[in-house]
């Protein structure tokens, strides 16, 4: 079992940042991702970073968000940069133990662990 913990969530003006940060057993060969769901939408992946380092982004997100992981510290970071009121959400972080294609890499069924989510909401 691994255990995964958010933090960082918090309410931020249109164009502002935020950085979440995701404490888990990072140092396991584990692919990590970040997903959100707005009310009334379906859960969505935002970013991932397999263990050898390649990152992928929703085309929502790219040039704004980015992933990171510090296995020394066994955390996942998403620095998010010039948010929107589109990007309020709950953000949770996951873990898989099998890495998965590339166009499946934003299926939440290829993750085995998630947290609990943290909220971020966007506002003028």
Known sequence: QVQLVESGGGSVQIGGSLRLSCAGDTKRRLYMGWFRQAPGKEREGVAVIYTGGSTYYADSVK????????????????????????????????????????????????????????QVTVSS
């Open 63 to 118: 040039g704004r968000f980015t992933i990171s992981r510090d296995n020394a510290k066994s955390t996942v970071y998403l620095q998010m940069n010039s948010l929107k009121p589109e990007d309020t959400a709950i953000y949770y972080c996951a873990a898989g133990l099998s890495t998965p294609s590339r166009n499946r890499v934003f299926a939440p069924s290829e993750y085995n662990f998630w947290g609990q989510g943290t």
